[in-house]
């Protein structure tokens, strides 16, 4: 067979590694971003004058936990699981 043809470029690694960097990091801020605005729409769940019971608060807490977490427990920045919004 024949040999591969050269790269026309040769790219360093450290280049590749900045890169990866730079995009992870892209993505950790807009999950930051899409979990606040999901923090601020259920603000009003943990309010006390909350038309919720206290089942309902409690999942909606439990929630508002795993949104706080998600940064620090996110596997895949780019298709991060989010918690199940309760009903």
Sequence with gaps: GNPLPEPLIEIPDQFTIEQTDITQDHYMSLLREKRNQLLKDSDF???AD??????QKSNWSAYRLALRDLPQNVVDVINPIWPAKPS
């Design 50 to 55: 909350a038309p919720l019971s206290t089942e």
């Design 45 to 47: 769940s943990q309010l």
